[in-house]
Every structure is written in structure tokens, then in C-alpha cells.
């Protein structure tokens, strides 16, 4: 909920404002006729948005702004006499906004959600800053928002457990990796090894030998033998990362190893115990991938005990953002001395607009650069983002479009399935809503979802 405080002395003129804050918005509104009264009620209130008329009966709203602008308030401006000159005097003492009397609710709207936007904007960036200076922590917090919280508890759960198989799903980058390695560090298996193997980027051969090792005895003459994986990681957890992209031969042996807890080496007969955890990870659909053939059933369902979907950052919330870009600063903040940790609200307003194809890869790229680039200054600024970061999230200009909340819904949930190849289990999950309620919207709308 925001605060408004509206200053006129005009009651006439404060009623309709308010009314119309009350009407468009979930607002506290609280209405001030003098210029003490309006700086009383903001000590009291301290509120998100002072609408602020420059001529009051014992001084000017200049006066009023005067005595309420240490604290950075929100203020739009209005007079009845909209000279340029008192405009660009109202704007460069930091008003967000001038309006002339008689003002249009259209315009009004329009500059109070700019307003309330850089007053979230400011709220997110002190987050930011308790976050950076130690105040706001959790072990498990990957995030704000309800989805992000759910993921967290699930992840929690995880730790605390011993053997369950975990499989984690996601596009590249979306921070599977981190998940993995928060899983094993809070386990009971956390003085063991955290092993790590891509399953993409090794030969079918090569991955066999790497997971299970080698016993290379020829008719009885001594070789050279090699622990797989599975032995190394004996006790610990073994990461499988892009799981989907193992063939047909290593799926067998994997099964095997998850029903029977022992491994042979490749060339080998010896049965050696698997005292492992297995976290897999894949940016693979298993379900399309089980019915077309590419993957097991029976080992999906092996590896899928407890699935985590992590969403993409593009489906993230800001807050969840602002909680991302907090802990990757302060995890480079010890590799890169004199490097700004603090980061502009203008540029933080570029982070949060943009839309991190290449995920949170991407993000830690673009804030390790922006760092070196800033070594020296005091804060993080926009001119230290990379050229597509500025320019792809720059303020739309566009007219407004009116759109009922309907069609928003449907164009948002078309475009999700579309992301997602029309899998709608995966689409319920980063729309954070059940996979029946998306199937009841998509037939209430008449979405026609089809697969890339």
C-alpha cells in the first residue's frame, strides 16, 4: 500500500485528488490546507507521494519542500500559474514532476506511477544497501517473492536430508549450479566432496571412464587403473549437470547405480559400493524427452524424487533481482579492490529492466564489468553498464494502450507457453500458479498453445 499526502489549500481541489488517489490504487491519502500542516503530516506520515501546490497561505510549497527534502520525498509540483520559468524551477530543486491547475487525471496518473516507481526503485536500493552491509540475511534466501520463498523452504528440506535424489530443471544459467552446491554445504554430507561433472561437455566414452573409472587388466598383466567419479565422491554429493544429454549406454549404467548403490569400473568386475548423493541437472524438458524416446522412464523417474524448478531471471520478481545482485557484488567485492560495491539508482533501474537472456551468467558478467570499469568512483553508475543493458532497458516512450487486466493475462500467459515449447507444466511453474488453474485460464481464453 502507498501514501499519498495532498497539499492545496483549495479543498475543493484536494477532495477530487484524493478521490481519485482512493479510486486508482490501493492508497492511504491524507489531505494538508497550510503549510505547517503539510509538514506536520509528513513527520507523522513520512508518505511515498506528496502532491504539493506552490502558493499556501503561509508559504510557498518551495518553502514546504525546503523543510521535508532531507528525507527524499516524492513530490509533484502543481500551480495555477505554469510559467516555464517557475517549471524549471520546480523540476532543478527535485520535484519529479510539474502539473498545471487545472489539472488532467490523465496526467496526473501518469506522473504519480512514474513517481511511485522511483519510490520503489529507492525502496529496492536501500534493501540493497542493509543486504550489502550485513543487515538483511538467510542462508537459504534465493529471493523475495512467494515463488522464490517456496523454492528456499524446498531447498532447506533438501539439505537437511542425507540420500534423496534431487533433480533440478531450468534454463542455462539460471543458477542450478549454486543450488547444487547450497544442497551439499548444509547437508550431513557437507564434509565430504562436492563433485562436479558437465555431462554436455564430454564424449560418451569419455564420461563412462570419468564416472566410473577404468581397470585396464590385459591377460594378467598389471595397467593402469582409475577412480571414477562415484569412488572420488564416495560419502559426498556428485552433481550430474546437463543430465539430458547423456545417451542410451550411460543412462543404463546410472540406473543401475541409483537402484543398487554400487558401480563397475569400465573393463572392470569388481562391484564397487556408491555411498554418493546424486543432484542432477538439466535445461531439457524429461518429460518431452521420456515420451519421444530420448531418455528413460524409469531412470527419470529415479532421478525426479524431488524436482526444483529454479524460473528463469526474466520471470523473477525485482525484489528477487535486488537479492541476486546484493550477493553476487559482495561475492566479487574481495577479487576486485577499489572497485564500487554501490550501485546508482539509475543504474539499478537499468538491471532491473533488463531482460538476462543469458541469466544470472549474464548478470554476473555485466556487474564484474561495470565494477572494473567504475574502479575508483564511488558508485556503480549507468555509464558503467555495457551498451545493450542502457539502451534494451531504457523507459519505454509508447503512447499508453488501454488493456483490461484479461487481455494482459492472456497475452502474458501465451507468451509464457511459448518460452516454455507449450509445456505447460513448466509454464504453471514460472507463472506460479497450479498446472490445472493454467489449463482452466488457457481454455477460458482460447489460447491455442503450440510447440516451437
Same mark, same amino acid.
Given at each position: 500500500?502507498?501514501?499519498?499526502?495532498?497539499?492545496?489549500?483549495?479543498?475543493?481541489?484536494?477532495?477530487?485528488?484524493?478521490?481519485?488517489? $482512493? @479510486?486508482?490504487?490501493?492508497?492511504?491519502?491524507?489531505?494538508?490546507?497550510?503549510?505547517? !500542516?503539510? #509538514?506536520?503530516?509528513?513527520?507523522?506520515?513520512?508518505?511515498?507521494?506528496?502532491?504539493?501546490?506552490?502558493?499556501?497561505?503561509?508559504?510557498?510549497?518551495?518553502? &514546504?519542500?525546503?523543510?521535508?527534502?532531507?528525507?527524499?520525498?516524492?513530490?509533484?509540483?502543481?500551480? /495555477?500559474?505554469?510559467?516555464?520559468?517557475?517549471?524549471?524551477?520546480?523540476? *532543478?530543486?527535485?520535484?519529479?514532476?510539474?502539473?498545471?491547475?487545472?489539472?488532467?487525471?490523465?496526467?496526473?496518473? %501518469?506522473?504519480? $506511477?512514474?513517481?511511485?516507481?522511483?519510490? @520503489?526503485?529507492?525502496?529496492?536500493?536501500?534493501?540493497?544497501? +542493509?543486504?550489502?552491509?550485513?543487515?538483511?540475511?538467510?542462508?537459504?534466501?534465493?529471493?523475495?517473492?512467494?515463488?522464490?520463498?517456496?523454492?528456499?523452504?524446498?531447498?532447506?528440506?533438501?539439505?537437511?536430508?542425507?540420500?534423496?535424489?534431487?533433480?533440478?530443471?531450468?534454463?542455462?544459467?539460471?543458477?542450478?549450479?549454486?543450488?547444487?552446491?547450497?544442497?551439499?554445504?548444509?547437508?550431513?554430507?557437507?564434509? *565430504?566432496?562436492?563433485?562436479?561433472?558437465?555431462?554436455?561437455?564430454?564424449?560418451?566414452?569419455?564420461?563412462?571412464?570419468?564416472?566410473?573409472? *577404468?581397470?585396464?587388466?590385459?591377460?594378467?598383466?598389471?595397467?593402469?587403473?582409475?577412480?571414477?567419479?562415484?569412488?572420488?565422491?564416495?560419502?559426498?554429493?556428485?552433481?550430474?549437470?546437463?543430465? /539430458?544429454?547423456?545417451?542410451?549406454?550411460?543412462?543404463?549404467?546410472?540406473?543401475?547405480?541409483?537402484?543398487?548403490?554400487?558401480?563397475?569400473?569400465?573393463?572392470?568386475?569388481? +562391484?564397487?559400493?556408491?555411498? %554418493?548423493?546424486? #543432484?542432477?541437472?538439466?535445461? =531439457?524438458?524429461?518429460?518431452?524427452?521420456?515420451?519421444?524416446?530420448?531418455?528413460?522412464?524409469?531412470?527419470?523417474? =529415479?532421478?525426479? &524424487?524431488?524436482?526444483?524448478?529454479?524460473?528463469?531471471?526474466?520471470?523473477?520478481?525485482?525484489?528477487?533481482?535486488?537479492?541476486?545482485?546484493?550477493?553476487?557484488?559482495? !561475492?566479487?567485492?574481495?577479487?576486485?579492490?577499489?572497485?564500487?560495491?554501490?550501485?546508482? !539508482? +539509475?543504474?539499478?533501474?537499468?538491471?532491473?529492466?533488463?531482460?538476462?537472456?543469458?541469466?544470472?551468467? +549474464?548478470?554476473?558478467?555485466?556487474?564484474?564489468?561495470?565494477?572494473?570499469?567504475?574502479?575508483?568512483?564511488?558508485?556503480?553508475?549507468?555509464?558503467?553498464?555495457?551498451?545493450?543493458? =542502457?539502451?534494451?532497458?531504457?523507459?519505454?516512450?509508447?503512447?499508453?494502450?488501454? =488493456?483490461?487486466?484479461?487481455?494482459?493475462?492472456?497475452?502474458?500467459?501465451?507468451?509464457?507457453?511459448?518460452?516454455?515449447?507449450?509445456?505447460?507444466?513448466?509454464?504453471?511453474?514460472?507463472?506460479?500458479?497450479?498446472?490445472?488453474?493454467?489449463?482452466?485460464?488457457?481454455? $477460458?481464453?482460447?489460447?491455442?498453445?503450440?510447440?516451437?
Amino acid at each position: 500500500m502507498s501514501s499519498v499526502l495532498i497539499v492545496d489549500d483549495e479543498r475543493p481541489i484536494t477532495d477530487a485528488f484524493a478521490a481519485f488517489f $482512493e @479510486r486508482h490504487g490501493n492508497h492511504t491519502v491524507t489531505c494538508a490546507y497550510t503549510g505547517a !500542516d503539510a #509538514i506536520a503530516a509528513f513527520e507523522a506520515s513520512r508518505p511515498d507521494l506528496v502532491l504539493l501546490d506552490l502558493r499556501l497561505p503561509d508559504m510557498t510549497g518551495f518553502d &514546504v519542500y525546503a523543510r521535508i527534502r532531507e528525507h527524499s520525498p516524492a513530490v509533484i509540483m502543481i500551480s /495555477g500559474h505554469g510559467d516555464i520559468p517557475l517549471a524549471v524551477q520546480a523540476l *532543478q530543486s527535485g520535484a519529479e514532476n510539474f502539473l498545471t491547475k487545472p489539472v488532467e487525471l490523465p496526467h496526473l496518473e %501518469v506522473a504519480a $506511477e512514474r513517481a511511485f516507481e522511483k519510490v @520503489r526503485l529507492r525502496q529496492l536500493n536501500q534493501y540493497l544497501s +542493509e543486504r550489502r552491509s550485513g543487515g538483511v540475511t538467510a542462508t537459504f534466501a534465493l529471493g523475495r517473492s512467494p515463488v522464490m520463498r517456496d523454492l528456499s523452504a524446498q531447498v532447506e528440506l533438501l539439505a537437511a536430508s542425507d540420500r534423496t535424489t534431487v533433480l533440478l530443471l531450468g534454463e542455462s544459467g539460471a543458477g542450478k549450479g549454486r543450488v547444487a552446491e547450497l544442497i551439499h554445504a548444509h547437508s550431513p554430507r557437507r564434509t *565430504q566432496a562436492f563433485v562436479e561433472v558437465n555431462c554436455a561437455a564430454l564424449t560418451a566414452d569419455a564420461l563412462d571412464v570419468t564416472l566410473f573409472g *577404468q581397470d585396464t587388466v590385459t591377460h594378467g598383466a598389471g595397467g593402469e587403473s582409475r577412480a571414477g567419479l562415484f569412488e572420488v565422491a564416495a560419502g559426498g554429493t556428485l552433481f550430474l549437470d546437463e543430465i /539430458g544429454e547423456v545417451g542410451a549406454h550411460l543412462q543404463a549404467r546410472l540406473l543401475r547405480v541409483l537402484e543398487g548403490k554400487a558401480s563397475r569400473r569400465v573393463g572392470g568386475t569388481r +562391484e564397487i559400493a556408491a555411498n %554418493v548423493r546424486i #543432484i542432477a541437472a538439466t535445461n =531439457r524438458d524429461l518429460v518431452t524427452e521420456v515420451n519421444e524416446g530420448r531418455f528413460r522412464e524409469d531412470l527419470y523417474y =529415479r532421478l525426479s &524424487v524431488m524436482p526444483l524448478y529454479l524460473p528463469p531471471l526474466r520471470a523473477r520478481s525485482r525484489e528477487d533481482l535486488v537479492e541476486l545482485i546484493g550477493r553476487i557484488v559482495n !561475492d566479487l567485492r574481495p577479487h576486485l579492490p577499489a572497485a564500487p560495491h554501490v550501485i546508482s !539508482d +539509475e543504474a539499478l533501474d537499468r538491471l532491473l529492466r533488463h531482460a538476462w537472456p543469458g541469466n544470472i551468467r +549474464e548478470l554476473r558478467n555485466v556487474l564484474e564489468r561495470a565494477m572494473i570499469v567504475g574502479r575508483g568512483m564511488e558508485h556503480i553508475d549507468a555509464q558503467h553498464l555495457p551498451a545493450e543493458v =542502457r539502451d534494451s532497458s531504457a523507459p519505454s516512450t509508447d503512447h499508453h494502450v488501454p =488493456r483490461t487486466l484479461e487481455e494482459i493475462e492472456r497475452s502474458h500467459i501465451e507468451r509464457t507457453l511459448r518460452a516454455h515449447n507449450a509445456n505447460r507444466t513448466h509454464a504453471s511453474r514460472e507463472l506460479g500458479i497450479s498446472r490445472a488453474t493454467l489449463i482452466k485460464k488457457i481454455k $477460458e481464453y482460447g489460447i491455442t498453445s503450440r510447440a516451437r
